[in-house]
């Protein structure tokens, strides 16, 4: 999930989620002339980025590393001795109250999005060779054996800590929403220490709260859709954004070929396979970053037309803004944009 900030404050290239550089000195000529602090360091197996403006000049790089730090011990896979881990290796049962959210808020995004968005695809993941074990092609019968362990619904918190798995063999995989929450983390972080104006960004999950000292609104550039994996980031169009988050889900990066035929790493929760359709990617602004990821996420399973459908039937709810990155029938290369997102793009 990739969008590029294009302030004067970051200068960087994405390439997926995992590659940024950063103009340095033109980092420390705006921190000198408007308290402005920046740093940036690794987490989640990608980069994070941070943008602020304080008075105090006030630097919390380690505190920012030590709560995502925190986090990947709660919710990530890659960590051998993490929560979720533990939890999918029914190993443990009691969950940390972060844990209980995360899991909350991806039930919400399972019941809203009509089960297009699933946390317990973990098994599925990892049979397709996309999670932290890396499987081979499953068969159709493994892959029907596979769905019988899915389903959000199986979930259930008793006692306000202890997890309840109606299939002790349901795997747990928050990636289609945690670096989103990650990002929340942050601008939690921030604003509690009474930082009004920053720009988050963890693997180009970006949030941005405030504005700069000239009164203009951040901005961020969202990357077209590459040719493959190895091409290089192009920014299709860039948004301002008012204390608003922006994530893009894509299947442009992500994917393998086998036998002539392309893989993508978004499962389809309601039928076991790779998701197989002609939308490309989707940008999401949401009030929150976790909100934008998991929505994202979603919309990608759903393909065009039925995120369109989804759309309409939820056009009270302003979180829903999304430009959708499509190749139509004739191969032509297309865009749609919700009106709410329309009305950000500055470029």
């Not at 000049?57 to 590393?65: G, T």
């Not at 002539?260 to 197989?276: C, D, E, L, M, R």
């Amino acid at each position: 999930m990739t969008a590029c900030t294009t302030d004067m404050s970051v200068r960087y290239s994405c390439i997926g989620r995992f590659f940024v550089v950063f103009g340095l000195l033109m980092l420390t000529a705006c921190a000198e002339k408007n308290d402005f602090v920046a740093f940036s360091g690794e987490a989640q197996g990608t980069y994070y980025s941070v943008s602020y403006y304080d008075a105090q000049h006030r630097n919390f790089k380690h505190s920012i590393d030590s709560l995502l730090d925190d986090f990947d011990q709660m919710a990530s896979l890659w960590v051998d001795s993490s929560m979720i881990r533990r939890v999918n290796a029914n190993l443990d049962s009691v969950v940390s109250p972060m844990f209980v959210d995360l899991l909350n808020k991806s039930l919400w995004t399972y019941h809203y999005t009509n089960h297009a968005f699933d946390c317990t695809v973990g098994q599925l993941v990892n049979a397709w060779g996309f999670g932290f074990s890396k499987g081979t092609m499953p068969s159709d019968d493994t892959v029907a054996q596979l769905m019988q362990y899915l389903g959000s619904d199986g979930l259930s918190i008793v006692d306000g800590n202890i997890l309840r798995k109606r299939c002790t063999q349901t795997m747990l995989d928050f990636n289609a929403i945690a670096q989103g929450y990650s990002v929340d983390l942050i601008a939690d972080f921030l604003s509690a220490q009474g930082v009004k104006d920053f720009l988050v960004d963890v693997g180009g999950e970006v949030i941005a709260y405030g504005a700069k000292p000239d009164g203009s609104s951040w901005r961020v550039g969202i990357e077209r859709p590459a040719d493959n994996k190895y091409s290089s980031p192009e920014v299709e169009l860039a948004i301002s954004l008012d204390n608003q988050s922006v994530v893009t889900s894509g299947n442009y990066r992500k994917y393998y070929v086998r036998d002539g035929v392309k893989y993508s790493h978004t499962i389809n929760p309601q039928t076991g396979h790779p998701v197989n359709h002609s939308l490309l990617s989707v940008s999401v602004v949401a009030d929150s970053a976790w909100k934008a990821d998991a929505l994202a996420t979603a919309f990608m399973v759903m393909g065009l037309d039925e995120s369109k459908r989804f759309i309409a039937d939820h056009l009270d709810d302003e979180a829903v803004q999304a430009v959708f990155f499509i190749y139509d029938e004739q191969g032509v290369y297309k865009t749609y944009a919700t009106p709410l997102f329309n009305e950000l793009i500055t470029k």
